[in-house]
């Protein structure tokens, strides 16, 4: 089936420590979106990368198409960096969202 | 450039009530998508609209319906309320033939 599932669902960190989050998608699913939701439940575009790496500050991400995942990496965290991760993949013209990953950045 | 806008911001409403969510696209943008977040899951797609037009629709009930105006704007209709309907609401807009969506700051709707 349509499939997006993502990987740690929550994860604790100290300020200043790096972390990896993950991305699985079926094959049916393409075009990965990466977003963090704010508090007040918008959701933020970080990075549209259906391929490759691209970098933004402190932030990156590498989407590997053929092996159907994405990875985004957060470095140096900060405690505005906590939040929900969600990716999200085009399948059918919509995206399909993971569960998401609740991250906490303890000071 | 103007974001995606969305209003109310909060909305209560009871059991079997009606309600209508408004969503204002980013300029440029002419492709309006909806999408319900239950607490503590990640966004689903209710539909999308293009042209005016439905274009494509996710597993929801035909009590949620849906408008896009000639400006792009678009509608959220949800008649014969549930408790389970109670949820974020987020519109997203796109350009046609592009794949990024960006997203508005959302409705949170509460049925009583």
């Known amino acids: 089936g349509i499939q997006v599932e993502q990987s740690p669902p929550d994860l604790i960190l100290q300020e200043g420590a790096n972390s990896t989050l993950r991305c699985n998608f079926s094959?049916?699913?393409?075009?990965l979106q990466w977003f963090h939701q704010n508090p007040w439940g918008q959701l933020i575009n970080l990075f549209y990368?259906?391929?490759g790496t691209k970098q933004n500050g402190r932030l990156s991400a590498t989407t590997v198409a053929t092996e159907r995942y994405s990875l985004l990496y957060i470095s140096s965290s900060q405690t505005t960096d906590s939040g929900v991760y969600f990716c999200?993949?085009?399948?059918?013209?919509?995206?399909?969202f993971g569960k998401g990953t609740k991250l906490s950045v303890k000071p | 450039e103007t974001g995606v806008t969305q209003s109310p911001t909060h909305l209560i409403k009871t059991r079997g009530q009606q309600v209508t969510l408004r969503c204002s696209s980013q300029?440029?943008?002419?492709?309006v998508s909806w999408y319900q977040q239950a607490l503590g899951q990640g966004p689903q797609f209710i539909f999308q609209?293009?042209?005016?037009?439905?274009?494509g629709r996710g597993n929801f009930p035909p009590r949620f319906s849906g408008l896009q105006f000639p400006n792009y704007s678009s509608e959220l209709n949800v008649n014969a309320l549930e408790l389970d309907d109670s949820a974020l609401y987020l519109c997203?807009?796109?350009?046609?033939?592009?794949?990024?969506?960006?997203f508005g700051p959302g409705t949170r709707l509460t049925v009583l």
């Open positions: 997203a807009s796109s350009l046609a033939g592009h794949n990024e969506q960006f």
């Open positions: 094959d049916s699913v393409n075009n």
């Open positions: 990368i259906p391929s």
């Open positions: 999200g993949g085009r399948s059918q013209g919509n995206l399909i």
């Open positions: 300029s440029g943008h002419n492709t």
């Open positions: 609209y293009y042209r005016e037009e439905e274009n």
